[in-house]
């Protein structure tokens, strides 16, 4: 069973950078064709994408984002990383990761809010 845990802090200051980890279970983040990305949805708002990595390390982002967001990954951890710099409260929202054939793969998400 395929199983994908979100964490990091809940709470960040303005400017800061925040960095939250997804620790995969149940398959390898280099299987072949799987990719991994986050999404964030805002409180009251729709869902959006931040960005992906795949199978060889190549990332992809959002054009609203690439500026300051960053994935990486972790192989010797299965863990996928995403890190954002200068957030500000317009970044508060739930992250979520996801991944595998065809994004089958999800997890919880969590909360992360921007204030001083």
């Known amino acids: 069973q395929v199983q994908l845990q979100e964490s990091g802090p809940g709470l960040v200051n303005p400017s800061q950078t925040l960095s939250l980890t997804c620790t995969v279970s149940?398959?390898?983040?280099?299987?072949?064709?799987?990719?991994w990305i986050w999404i964030r949805q805002p409180p009251g708002k729709g869902l959006e994408w931040i960005g992906a990595i795949n199978t060889r390390g190549v990332t992809f982002y959002s054009p609203f984002l690439m500026s300051r967001a960053s994935i990486a990954r972790n192989t010797s951890k299965n863990q996928v990383i995403l890190q954002l710099t200068s957030v500000t409260p317009e970044d508060t929202a739930r992250y979520y990761c996801?991944?595998?054939?065809?994004?089958?793969?999800w997890g919880q998400g969590t909360q992360v809010t921007v204030s001083s």
């Open positions: 149940g398959c390898s983040i280099t299987t072949n064709y799987y990719y």
């Open positions: 996801g991944g595998g054939a065809a994004y089958a793969y």
